[in-house]
């Protein structure tokens, strides 16, 4: 092949340029295509392609005049791509390859800035320094800023000038004082200007707003609402009720507005304990200073003063009704035991705290403290004393509850004023126009007391033995031999830190030597020695017993030789006797019905009886694989056809094993019975099962019923058929015809619809057939036609 020639490009044409938004009364030039083989004779003809090609762009296709019939947006596209060609006016034959050219859409100034991310919200704190940096803010131009000044842009403040500036160039706000209080004013509307061109004269502009809030800082100190506060509380007020509120102010927010108060020293020089009880008669008025502060302080803001306040407090207290008052929170008293009823155990004593009386309260024991009345208080004066004996040794302790209630205050009946120097106490006669009431006590004025009385402890009991002894000795024992250590105890507070000496009443001590027992199983002899225990220091005595069994031993030995046991042996009274027999006999009783039901259940089965027994079932236990374990046994011997029945005289063939014989049983005079005959043709039945060889080796269903010669229509076993599968298949009714006249009619149904289902498929075959033919004579036409397409093509 020849070398590829590379011609000369004869275009003559420069890149075009079209000014965006450009609006005419007619289309507008932007440019012509030549090539230096047109002759200016009329055949050489230009034509455009490309995109806007025919719409955006048309050209004259004698002149290669190109003009733009419509104005364009630069921001929409910026560019077109379009392709040149000139052809032979004649022969439509392309004078030079087709080129590409690129009209450029000329940027104007006609978008203005826009702030996308507008309007804008900013912080920053109260007081801050001149050129603290706010938030900054950007426009964008969508024009081409890459030719004029129209995408340069420059920030101006058009509202806030007096508080911010921006910086012209990077949109920066920042703060234009130093002193923007949020307290007075704490949010700032700004509005900006972006403006291209650089700023100058005839460039566009856009807007937006910033709003600026102030964030609060601590430069503000807290200040009390009133200088002086005044409150009032009741004397019976719990500790911890609240008695007044004192409030302050803070012009600052959040945490910096926190307060804490605190109490000061007061007029007497001591601190003021606001959770503490108090009382109108020991004082009935406190007046303190109290501080209010800020936790936290801005240490930039001092100079303005301390960031805290003072005010002075003055609580009076109340003068109220109070209950009385016992002189003790708790009283301790003693009371010796045995003392007799009436014995003094102490007193208390309460006042009046209002009055500073005594003699208007009156003294009560709770019964609850005192469920046994073992004391008695006297209303008046609150003498305690006792209502029964105390016993230690019983109760040490004793705690009761006091209770002193207010009497009710005398009054006058008819209202007259009475002199107030009377003294309700004098003796002598006092003659008044008014009447003088006594009221009830009050309720509500009670107070209680706890009281623990002791128990003093007096030697009033007698040592005693701590235990019950039981012990034992030899008959050979000599004389001086220890059998038992005793020990005693005294129930009196420091009763066993005295002597208590032992000893036996004399007319019982032995004065001569025991005799030695027999050895024999009971000779043992027992002895209840009793002891007097007495007190060394107060002399008082208590008696004991002792038992000590003597006997026998073993010689020179210390141990008593085993006894036999004297227990009576155990035995069983008439009534459980007579119970066990009961029981004896009931058993023996069911054992005997359930013998007797299960014999006649037995006989009930037997097939040599007098009635008729052909229904019964005979069963052997040998087990084979079942039906469906053709491998097991020869299945030809199950699809042969049932054979007649033996005749009574036959002989089955038998193994090596002997037929069991059938035992005889006699039957009515005139020949053998029903039940021998039928009995006799079972066990033959049988043993043909079980001895013939060709028998399937597992438990099937034998017929042992007489029925004749049979049926005509023979057997209609599943097995008898399963070898004639593949015959029947051919033809349906052909052994129904042979079950005789009964069965015509079904023989005729199968057949009409063997003949059926034999033309149905004669017909799908026939259909199958014709669609091959089809589709054989439609692949050879495709593969003939193929190579005439080809040719046709070529």
């Known amino acids: 092949e020849p070398p590829p020639v590379r011609f000369r490009r004869s275009w003559i044409w420069n890149q075009f340029f079209v000014i965006e938004e450009y609006a005419g009364p007619e289309p507008v030039l932007i440019g012509r295509l030549h090539t230096d083989m047109d002759r200016n004779d009329g055949r050489t ?26 104005p364009l947006d630069r921001e929409e596209k910026d560019e077109y791509r379009l392709i040149a060609t000139a ?18 859409v000329q940027d104007i100034n006609d978008n203005p800035p826009v702030f996308d991310e507008g309007p804008y919200s900013a912080t920053v704190p109260e007081m801050a320094n001149i050129g603290t940096s706010i938030i900054q803010v950007t426009a964008t131009d969508a024009d081409d800023p890459t030719y004029g000044n129209s995408a340069r842009l420059v920030y ?14 990077t949109g920066i706000l920042r703060t234009a004082v130093p002193d923007m209080d949020r307290e007075t004013q704490d949010q700032y ?64 927010l959040g945490d910096n507005a926190k307060l804490e108060y605190t109490i000061l020293e007061g007029e007497t020089g001591d601190t003021f304990n606001i959770t503490g009880a108090v009382d109108y008669e020991s004082r009935s008025s406190y007046s303190f200073s ?109 705690n009761i509850t006091v209770i002193a209630t207010q009497r009710g205050q005398r009054s006058f009946d008819d209202g007259e004023a009475c002199p107030l120097n009377v003294a309700w106490e004098t003796p002598l006669p006092i003659h008044l126009n008014c009447g003088l009431t006594q009221l009830p006590d009050n309720p509500s004025q009670v107070s209680r007391v706890l009281v623990a009385i002791e128990t003093l402890d007096l030697n009033d009991n007698a040592p005693e033995l701590d235990r019950q002894y039981t012990t034992a000795m030899c008959d050979s024992s000599s004389s001086g031999q220890v059998v038992q ?80 046991s004297t227990l009576p042996s155990p035995g069983l009274s008439t009534a459980a006797l007579l119970a066990i027999l009961a029981c004896v006999a009931t058993l023996l009783a069911v054992s005997a019905l359930s013998l007797s039901l299960r014999r006649q259940k037995r006989d009930s089965l037997s097939p040599l009886e007098e009635d008729d027994v052909r229904e019964n079932i005979i069963t052997y236990d040998d087990e084979g694989g079942g039906e469906a374990d053709t491998a097991a046994f020869d299945i030809a011997a199950l699809q042969r056809r049932p054979a007649r029945a033996c005749p009574p005289n036959a002989r089955a063939p038998v193994r090596r094993s002997r037929i069991p014989a059938a035992r005889g049983v006699p039957g009515a005079p005139g020949g053998p019975s029903l039940a021998l005959r039928v009995g006799e043709f079972l066990r033959l039945r049988l043993a043909q099962v079980t001895f013939d060889p060709s028998q399937p080796p597992y438990d099937s269903v034998q017929v042992y019923g007489l029925e004749g010669t049979g049926s ?66 439609e692949r050879e036409k495709k593969e003939g036609g193929e190579p005439v397409g080809d040719e046709e093509k070529d």
């Open 45 to 70: 003809k230009y034509v455009l392609r490309g995109e806007g090609a025919g719409s955006v762009f048309v050209i004259d296709e004698k002149t290669g005049n190109i003009h733009v019939t419509k």
């Open 87 to 104: 052809t032979d006016r004649q022969t439509e034959r392309a004078l030079e390859p087709s080129s590409q050219f690129i009209i450029r």
């Open 156 to 169: 101006t403040l058009v509202q806030g000038q007096q508080y911010f500036s921006v910086d012209p160039q």
């Open 189 to 252: 509307l700004v509005v900006l200007q972006a403006k291209d061109m650089g700023g100058h004269l005839g460039g566009l502009s856009g807007t937006t707003t910033v709003t600026v809030m102030l964030t609060d800082v601590n430069d503000n100190p807290p200040r009390f609402t009133q200088s002086m506060w005044s409150f009032s509380v009741s004397e019976l007020a719990i500790p911890g009720a609240e008695v007044g509120r004192i409030s302050a102010s803070d012009a600052d």
């Open 290 to 398: 109290v501080e209010v502060l800020n936790p936290i302080v801005d240490p930039r803001f001092l100079r303005r003063g301390p960031f805290k306040d003072r005010a002075s407090i003055r609580v009076a207290v109340l003068d109220a009704d109070e209950p009385p008052r016992f002189s003790r929170a708790r009283y301790h008293m003693d009371v010796s035991e045995n003392c007799p009823p009436a014995c003094t155990v102490g007193r208390v004593s309460a006042v009046d705290p209002d009055t500073g009386l005594t003699n208007n309260i009156r003294f009560s024991i709770d019964p609850q403290s005192d469920p046994e009345a073992l004391f008695r208080i006297t209303p008046d004066s609150g003498l305690i004393t006792t209502a029964l004996e105390l016993d230690r040794e019983r109760e040490h302790w004793h």
């Open 485 to 564: 250590v005793l020990r005693a105890i005294d129930r009196d507070e420091g009763g066993n830190d005295s002597a208590v000496y032992f000893s036996i009443p004399p007319d019982l001590v032995l004065l001569s030597q025991l005799q030695p027992l027999s050895r024999s199983a009971s000779s043992t002899l027992t002895l209840y020695v009793p002891l007097i225990l007495r007190d060394g220091t107060s002399g008082l005595t208590s008696t004991g017993t002792v038992t000590v069994s003597i006997c026998p031993c073993l010689r020179g030995g210390t141990v008593c030789l085993p006894q036999q």
């Open 712 to 777: 005509r229509a023979g057997s209609l076993s599943s097995l008898e058929s399963e070898g004639e599968k593949e015959a029947e298949k051919e033809d349906w009714g052909g052994g129904l015809e042979e079950w005789g006249p009964q069965f015509q009619k079904l023989a005729q149904l199968f057949k009409e619809r063997e003949k059926e289902r034999e033309d149905k498929e004669k017909e799908d075959e026939g259909a199958k057939r014709e669609n091959d033919d089809k589709e054989e004579s």
